[in-house]
């Protein structure tokens, strides 16, 4: 079955770029989007189709793509934004894939 | 500006069927732009895609659940529904309900709106 692979962790100072990446074969086709999930809160969209930003999401969210990996940069991270942050795609079979998250800590 | 909610049992008996309801507000569940889908999470655990639901009423799910999950609509109630039957302690989870929209492409699809979760225990 199609996988998306995404790093456990990342750990980040205030003020400093996060970046988290998220690896699949089929990446290069296929759009990802990014969830951010705070603790007990339902997952929320920060960024679509590789790169776009839904409207309310701070501008210091941006995703970019670049072959079978996209990646997801918090520019200047924030305390506010430590959190599981989870890619998500589409596999060959229009089956919907998440991958398995990396939790943000910001301190 | 939609909105979705999740009801149903909390604790569901080992071998029993789970069943919950997603009611929709502040958008149709027959509307041909969306899909109406069904996501769970274990304690502790990544999120993990069961299936969806469209307006026509086709459906399609997890290869890992499929022998086990049933959606439908109720749109009289603008509401879809899950059921999951021959459930063990590994179904334990938070289950969300969400509407999935069409990327620019026209073959991506991602999640706009989320409920805000469901905790259902598979226990005796």
């Known amino acids: 079955s199609y996988e998306l692979t995404q790093p456990p962790s990342v750990s980040v100072s205030p003020g400093q770029t996060a970046r988290i990446t998220c690896s699949g074969d089929a990446l290069s086709k296929k759009y990802a989007h990014w969830y951010q999930q705070k603790s007990g809160q339902a997952p929320v969209l920060v960024i679509y189709e590789d790169g776009k930003r839904p409207s309310g999401i701070p501008e210091r969210f941006s995703g970019s793509s670049s072959g079978t990996m996209v990646t997801l940069t918090i520019s200047g991270a924030q305390v506010e934004d430590e959190a599981d942050y989870y890619c998500?795609?589409?596999?060959?079979?229009?089956?919907?894939?998440f991958g398995g998250g990396t939790k943000l800590t910001v301190l | 500006q939609v909105q979705l909610q999740e009801s149903g049992p909390g604790l569901v008996k080992p071998s029993e069927t789970l069943s919950l309801t997603c009611t929709v507000s502040g958008g149709s569940v027959s509307s041909g732009s969306y899909y109406w889908s069904w996501i769970r999470q274990p304690p502790g655990k990544g999120l993990e895609w069961i299936g969806y639901?469209?307006?026509?009423?086709?459906?399609d799910y997890n290869p890992s659940l499929k022998s086990r999950v049933t959606m439908s609509l109720d749109t009289s109630k603008n509401q879809f529904s899950l059921k999951l039957s021959s459930v063990t302690a590994a179904d334990t989870a938070v289950y969300y309900c969400?509407?999935?929209?069409?990327?620019?492409?026209?073959?991506?699809?991602?999640?706009?709106?989320w409920g805000q979760g469901a905790l259902v225990t598979v226990s005796s």
């Open positions: 998500y795609s589409i596999d060959s079979s229009a089956k919907r894939v």
């Open positions: 639901i469209y307006y026509s009423g086709s459906a």
């Open positions: 969400a509407r999935e929209r069409g990327a620019g492409n026209g073959y991506d699809f991602y999640f706009d709106y």
